[in-house]
T-cell receptor, first 114, second 114 residues
Framework: GQQLNQSPQSMFIQEGEDVSMNCTSSSIFNTWLWYKQDPGEGPVLLIALYKAGELTSNGRLTAQFGITRKDSFLNISASIPSDVGIYFCAGQLRSGAGSYQLTFGKGTKLSVIP | KAGVTQTPRYLIKTRGQQVTLSCSPI?????VSWYQQTPGQGLQFLFE???????NKGNFPGRFSGRQFSNSRSEMNVSTLELGDSALYLC?????????????FGSGTRLTVV
């Protein structure tokens, strides 16, 4: 099946630093999504990308949909303590039945040192 | 607008038992997807229901089943529980009848099998 390789697995950064994480896939996706998950909660959608080459921002977050449609990256600028959590990339593909299935990366655990 | 509600939040079961988890989607959403999250395998797609019909299914054994009711609420059932079924089970809702960029997840049900 499809696999998403997300890196790095974990990061320890100082408050105020910028962060970058990325995902690569062996398959093409129609849409790339980035989610954040806090302990004990479900993933929350941060950014959705639906066009190859698209660059989208949401506050301090910026994400890009790779030209090949097989990769995406997420940048967080000027990190703050509440950025702590696990970030997941997900590729979305439409099945023949009209269903949209998400394939997730294994996550990047972000720790911010005040 | 109420979010996705999953009940119960926590569950402890014994090997060999069966369990039923419940998910109420966002009002007006007709699609409910289920995901299993474990430290080793990450987030994996179980199945999706739309208008009371299973529209898509992941690679899980037949012990995992689900259904959806006319009010779009969904239940997931796992029979003959195994230790490896211990996981966070997440459901996600979407309108289901058009492409959406991302899904809204519930907070999950933490299942522990002893």
């Amino acid at each position: 099946g499809q696999q998403l390789n997300q890196s790095p697995q974990s990061m320890f950064i100082q408050e105020g630093e910028d962060v970058s994480m990325n995902c690569t896939s062996s398959s093409i996706f129609n849409t790339w999504l980035w989610y954040k998950q806090d302990p004990g909660e479900g993933p929350v959608l941060l950014i959705a990308l639906y066009k190859a080459g698209e660059l989208t921002s949401n506050g301090r977050l910026t994400a890009q949909f790779g030209i090949t449609r097989k990769d995406s990256f997420l940048n967080i600028s000027a990190s703050i303590p509440s950025d702590v959590g696990i970030y997941f990339c997900a590729g979305q593909l439409r099945s023949g039945a009209g269903s949209y299935q998400l394939t997730f990366g294994k996550g990047t655990k972000l720790s911010v040192i005040p | 607008k109420a979010g996705v509600t999953q009940t119960p939040r926590y569950l402890i079961k014994t090997r060999g038992q069966q369990v039923t988890l419940s998910c109420s989607p966002i009002s007006g959403h007709r699609s409910v997807s289920w995901y299993q999250q474990t430290p080793g395998q990450g987030l994996q797609f179980l199945f999706e229901y739309f208008s009371e019909t299973q529209r898509n299914k992941g690679n899980f054994p037949g012990r995992f089943s689900g259904r959806q009711f006319s009010n779009s609420r969904s239940e997931m059932n796992v029979s003959t529980l195994e230790l490896g079924d211990s996981a966070l089970y997440l459901c996600a809702s979407s309108p289901g009848d058009r492409e959406v960029y991302g899904y809204t997840f519930g907070s999950g049900t933490r299942l522990t099998v002893v």
